[in-house]
């Protein structure tokens, strides 16, 4: 018997037909205690980088641009905040950005643990792809097409990204500068980024991409270009967890978390099972089609063709109209088809969701109603009771504690 954890804080016990089931996907290494004051001290002693406090002026304008989901994003603001608050910086010249879908997902203010009254002087910007008014150009790509940023990054004096770093071969991620570029890009350049892996290349993160290993590396030049040459990034943790706050030189964080994330994140099963149970735990910025997606990836190497694959969450979003496509009548095919020309912001766990179908069976425990989880050709998992049964019928079994950032391999020792 297994316990696993999913969501804010449920968790179902299980086992499979032939025997307890092989458990994987639960970091390495306890979460921090301390966000806010491991952030303080990543910023108080960056790698290979003199503090902050050395590299501003009370003068600057400092936009700090935060991807979406971030794990602990209110307490990290709000140390970064004090840190350059303290350098001195005056407040009125910091603001923070976030992208419009952060905005529209009912995200709580990110500036909210940030103490009155220098909360009120801290801005709030939401990152509009569509507004050409809210765009700058900063220079010509290679293929002669413009650059088109958000203007706060474009006008400000200092830029502090602030992102979670994942497996450099999971889909859908572009270093550690692609939250900036495309995340802060035009429309057009958030389409071109999100075309889906070709259906016939191999599935699973350990799979290279040469398109997005490119893809990577024109996020890294828009930066050079932008002149951004310091960043945060944090390890994850299960769910809302932290495991470290990196700060610095830009590529000397960019190795130091690559080499922390695998070192907590990288997982080998001994052979496909015939079910993987997918968890996703964390708070409601955790419980996405986004970390579906991711999950199901996580899942297919640890799967065996014509298996099953049960995502344990509390999704209650909606889904968009890429994944609504996967389970409309007619062919999967023509359905990716469409999502590859259209290039919807769900297009990447759409893509996800229809690999996922094509080599197993899915069930989906979550919040959302019947209906919507049948029309997307998922089965729908009531109660948690149900899962114990799945499980019991399958003689072999795999447990991804928190699937959405493992990086699972077969047959690796």
């Known amino acids: 018997m297994a316990l696993l954890r999913y969501g804010k804080r449920a968790t179902v016990e299980l086992e499979c037909g032939a025997g307890p089931p092989f458990e994987c996907g639960s970091p390495a290494g306890p979460p921090l205690a301390d966000a806010p004051g491991a952030v303080a001290e990543a910023l108080n002693d960056p790698l290979d980088y003199p503090p902050l406090a050395k590299a501003t002026t009370p003068g600057d304008r400092v936009v700090v641009a935060l991807e979406p989901g ?6 990290v603001v709000a140390a970064v905040v004090q840190t350059l608050v303290a350098a001195p910086v005056d407040p009125d010249g910091i603001s923070i950005l976030v992208s419009r879908a952060e905005a529209t997902n009912g995200a709580d203010d990110p500036r909210r643990l940030i103490p009155q ?3 009120r002087r801290i801005g709030l910007a939401t990152h509009d792809p569509g507004d ?3 765009l700058a150009y900063l220079a010509a790509a290679e293929s002669g097409e413009p650059i088109l940023l958000g203007r706060a990054l474009h006008e400000a004096d200092l830029v502090l990204p602030v ?7 999971a889909s859908g991620y572009f270093g550690i500068h692609g939250l900036l570029y495309p995340g802060f890009a035009d429309e057009r350049t958030l389409r071109r980024f999100r075309a889906p892996r070709p259906r016939g290349e191999q599935g699973g993160r350990g799979s290279g991409s040469a398109r997005r290993r490119a893809l990577a590396e024109e996020a890294d030049h828009v930066a050079w270009l932008l002149g951004i040459n310091f960043t945060i990034q944090l390890v994850p943790a299960a769910g809302d967890g932290l495991l470290e706050v990196l700060a610095g030189q830009s590529d000397a964080v960019a190795r130091r978390a690559r080499e922390r994330y695998h070192a907590a994140w990288d997982r080998s099963v001994p052979e496909p099972t015939s079910l993987v149970v997918a968890a996703i735990p964390g708070g409601r910025r955790q419980q996405t089609w986004e970390n579906v997606g991711r999950a199901l990836e996580a899942a297919l190497p640890a799967v065996e063709d014509g298996g099953a694959i049960a995502v344990c969450s509390e999704l209650a979003e909606e889904p968009g109209p890429a994944v609504k496509g996967i389970g409309t009548p007619g062919s999967r095919r023509e359905a990716l088809k469409r999502i590859n020309k259209d290039r919807p912001p769900d297009a990447l766990p759409a893509a996800q969701l229809a690999r996922a179908l094509d080599r197993a069976q899915v069930y989906l425990l979550s919040l959302l109603e019947p209906d919507v989880v049948e029309d997307l050709d998922m089965i729908y998992v009531a109660a948690p009771e149900e899962l114990v049964r799945l499980a019991r019928r399958h003689p072999t079994c795999t ?3 928190d699937a959405p950032r493992a990086v699972v391999r077969c047959g690796h020792p």
């Open 163 to 169: 992102g979670c770093v994942q497996d450099e071969s």
């Open 399 to 401: 447990l991804l504690a």
């Open 132 to 134: 050409r008014r809210q």
């Open 70 to 75: 971030l794990p602990h994003a209110a307490e």
């Open 117 to 119: 009254p220098v909360r």
